[in-house]
């Protein structure tokens, strides 16, 4: 509209007041004589050639401005010039580009995004189509088989969840439950190619495993920053679900950040999203409008009245761990004690209808050179605390050291020949052997 409110005032000119200089220029000859009859039609002559100038300047740039639109050139052929002069062409190329609609492009968008609205750490924003084009064949399936005991006799259980390509050669990140106790792990490409794979290393506190296969030129994601991140910026999930979907792409939004969510027992802190995740999605990738890896799926709400209810692991989380995997195929800096135990109940008696009962876990075995032996923890020694909080089991005992670093140094309550000892430890590093 605004383009052809220019248009309308360029083109619009009124021819009476030519005719009345005109008739005013004859009265004016009739009366006068000499040089006032001479200056008169002087200044006549002037006006008329100011005006005929103005007149034949704007025509010209009506014609110039109604070229370019047929239906309007029609209605003016007869009266516009040929051509116009080149200062006018370049003051109305001017305008004209003030209102002329500016053409927006994916990389202009998305540097529009990132700088006045949320600071996305990507430098390109694109369709949904094209977002699939770019992140897809860096996801792959994954089918595991895994040994599962049942009355006493062992039968082969198969699985399957997916996997997102991280390097040319061959390195996959998934989730460590996918490929957990696997004896098998297979991975097809987004072009069917199938190779065996192998475990290069986990960790079950992220629930992060690295996978290897041997093959070269394979398109891998690029990693995008978590942290940067916003409610409600658009993500796709593209994965495994059910095992026989490879590829498949579910798009929504980013619903919470850092979401702290237990799974199997684990605490986590967790991208929400309602993009729709299934079982086989797990380890798949969670993409943003650039087409980066920003999470990697681990979850899902179970209840039977949950929808839209899936989560990502941060990228920004793991990457310490996903580059201690590729480089050293196991976590560094992970604090070590080095002891083996077993749950153990203990029972005192206040008499024959009263007693108490403390669960903790007792010492088998010390590691030779460990934390445990040099702080002085013993065979047989029951661990019942470690900086006050009580260790009921082996598995709570796992996840309280899994929250120290090697180098840090706590206080373990231990009860030794019925004797109650606090001793100072100094964790080591975890370093898996073989």
């Known amino acids: 509209m605004k383009k052809e409110m220019k248009i309308m005032e360029y083109s619009y000119v009124n021819p009476e007041w030519k005719q009345k200089n005109e008739e005013m220029n004859r009265n004016n000859k009739k009366k006068r004589n000499g040089i006032r009859v001479g200056l008169a039609v002087l200044l006549s002559c002037v006006v008329m050639a100011t005006v005929i100038g103005l007149f034949a300047g704007v025509l010209l740039a009506n014609r110039y401005l109604i070229s370019r639109d047929m239906e309007k050139a029609a209605a003016v052929t007869e009266t516009a010039p040929t051509s116009a002069p080149a200062s006018v062409k370049e003051e109305n190329k001017e305008k004209d580009e003030l209102v002329t609609p500016k053409e927006i492009k994916p990389t202009e968008a998305s540097e529009a995004a990132s700088s006045s609205v949320s600071q996305f750490a990507y430098n390109g924003v694109y369709s949904r189509a094209q977002i699939c084009e770019i992140a897809a064949p860096s996801v792959v399936g994954i089918d595991v088989v895994t040994p599962v005991s049942f009355y006493g006799r062992i039968y082969e259980s198969e699985g399957s969840g997916s996997g997102v390509i991280l390097t040319s050669d061959g390195y996959i990140a998934t989730c460590a439950h996918v490929v957990e106790d696997a004896t098998k792990i297979t991975v097809i490409l987004n072009d069917d190619t199938e190779y065996e794979a192998k475990l290069v290393g986990k960790d079950a506190r ?10 070269a030129d394979l398109t891998a994601a690029e990693i995008g920053d978590s942290d940067m991140l916003t409610v409600g910026e658009d993500v796709i999930a593209i994965g495994n679900p059910l095992g026989e979907l490879r590829g498949t792409a579910t798009s929504g939004i980013i619903s919470a950040l850092r979401r702290p ?20 999605n797990s ?6 409008a650039g087409g980066k890896l920003i999470g990697i799926v681990n979850a899902k709400a179970s209840g039977n009245n949950a929808e839209g209810l899936g989560f990502a692991i941060p990228i920004n989380n793991v990457l310490k761990e996903i580059n201690d995997l590729l480089n050293y195929g196991y976590i560094t800096g992970k604090a070590y004690l080095g002891v083996y135990t077993q749950n153990v109940t203990l029972r005192s008696d206040y008499g024959f209808w009263q007693y108490s009962t403390v669960s903790c876990v007792q010492v088998g075995d010390v590691v030779a050179g460990s934390a445990a032996e040099k702080a002085g923890i013993k065979s047989g020694d029951l661990i019942l605390a470690i900086n006050d909080e009580q260790v009921s ?25 019925g004797q ?9 590093e975890y370093i898996p052997q073989g």
């Not at 992220?206 to 093959?215: G, M, R, S, Y």
């Not at 380890?283 to 943003?288: H, Q, R, V």
């Not at 899994?402 to 020949?417: E, S």
């Open 206 to 215: 992220n629930d992060l495993a690295i996978i290897k296969i041997e093959a």
């Open 261 to 280: 969510v237990t799974v199997e027992k684990v605490n986590m802190e967790l991208i929400q999203t309602d993009a729709a995740i299934s079982p086989g």
């Open 283 to 288: 380890g798949g990738g969670l993409f943003n």
């Open 393 to 417: 089991s082996n598995t709570v005992l796992s996840d309280i050291i899994a929250r120290y670093n090697a180098g840090d140094t706590v206080t373990v309550k231990i009860q030794r020949d």
């Open 420 to 428: 109650t000892v606090e001793l100072t430890v100094t964790f080591g």
